[in-house]
């Protein structure tokens, strides 16, 4: 819909009517938006294959904004509408559970591979850098280091999963692609995350497969 630069729009915090969280508001000629996704300044490809997958292909209604640190993708919303719309959880609708899990089952793979090749020093960096992640992309419940620990040491198939948006998994498997090659180097670390979803049965790591082979994070994780 729009690419705006900083000084084209406001941004203020608003609560939310049904959780105790701000929830942060970009306004424009009298629209409000309300953020779907951040990504940092090396990410501009990603950042607009989000926004066309949106306006182009789901017909919403977003704005990139482009500022010289980041890049952000907002979803328009009516403000007596944000527990309607469960903004400030992401947008684009609950994941389907199979993504959920193996969302989950690549994030374990790739701690892991950091801590057992890289060392626990390295482990503890990855787990604040990711913690930031979640808190960047409002995950829910994930906003301090046990809940973080938690989430990346928890066996999934014997827990409830969390409740996530598939936006919010967009960007966490962007997020991840970039950590993990700012550790390993290389891409090659994705080919060794993926073995970790022959746990899950073949109906959902077939369901995973179509459903990251339509989102952004594709190239990335192929």
Same mark, same amino acid.
């Given at each position: 819909m729009f690419i705006l630069k900083r000084q084209d729009v406001e941004?203020?915090?608003v609560r939310h009517p049904e959780k105790d969280q701000q929830i942060p508001i970009l306004s424009y000629q009298g629209q409000t938006f309300t953020l779907l996704n951040v990504f940092g300044a090396n990410q501009a490809e990603e950042a607009r294959a989000l926004w066309r997958d949106l306006t182009d292909n789901r017909g919403k209604a977003c704005v990139l904004l482009e500022e010289p640190d980041r890049f952000s993708v907002w979803g328009k919303v009516r403000l007596d509408r944000l527990g309607a719309s469960d903004a400030g959880g992401g947008s684009g609708g609950a994941a389907p559970i199979p993504c959920v899990l193996a969302s989950l089952l690549l994030l374990q793979a790739v701690y892991f591979d950091i801590e057992d090749l890289l060392g626990e020093r390295q482990g503890a960096k990855f787990r604040q850098e990711i913690g930031e992640v979640f808190k960047r992309?409002?995950?829910?419940? *994930?906003?301090s280091p046990p809940a973080v620990n938690n989430i990346l040491e928890v066996n999934p198939f014997e827990s409830t999963l969390p409740s996530w948006q598939e936006l919010q998994i967009v960007g966490l498997l962007q997020e991840l692609h970039v950590l993990g090659k700012s550790y390993f180097g290389n891409t090659n670390f994705t080919s060794r995350a993926f073995d970790a979803l022959q746990e899950m049965n073949d109906g959902e790591r077939s369901e995973f497969s179509?459903? *990251?082979?339509?989102?952004p994070a594709a190239k990335l994780w192929r």
């Open positions: 941004i203020s915090n992309l409002q995950f829910p419940a *994930l906003d179509d459903w *990251l082979g339509r989102s």
